[in-house]
């Protein structure tokens, strides 16, 4: 089993910054595949970025077209775990946000691709 637990999340204004970070504990994989999604009230889980790790080294990174260029996704280099940098924040990004992995190295960008997550934080943006 993996366990995994975001933390970083709050209330910053339009056009600020927050950092989340992805800690994963349990069994570990020196290849894998986590993505951060986001599900605001009333909307489905959505895909926000991924990172692929083989061999422990970042193979590639993929993102939604509505982050592109304002988040980024890296990894916590020693650990099994991720952070997000989120730049230039909107108000449309305020939704609950969460880290999610899974043990087969693809793209993927929905939820039930995925094998396990994190209880979610919340992100909210105000204008």
């Known amino acids: 089993q993996v366990q995994l637990v975001e933390s970083g999340g709050g209330l910053v204004q339009a056009g600020g910054s927050l950092r989340l970070s992805c800690a994963a504990s349990g069994r570990t994989f020196s290849s894998y595949a986590m993505g951060w999604f986001r599900q605001a009230p009333g909307k489905e889980r959505e895909f926000v970025v991924g990172?692929?790790?083989?061999?422990?080294?970042?193979?590639?990174?993929y993102y939604a077209d509505s982050v592109k260029g304002r988040f980024t996704i890296s990894k916590d280099n020693g650990k099994t775990g991720v952070y997000l940098q989120m730049n230039s924040l909107k108000p449309e990004d305020t939704a609950v946000y969460y880290c999610?992995?899974?043990?087969?190295?693809?793209?993927?960008?929905?939820?039930?691709?995925?094998?396990?997550w994190g209880q979610g934080t919340q992100v909210t943006v105000s204008s």
């Open positions: 990172i692929k790790v083989i061999n422990w080294s970042v193979h590639s990174t």
């Open positions: 999610a992995a899974r043990a087969t190295v693809t793209a993927a960008t929905i939820p039930n691709d995925y094998d396990y």
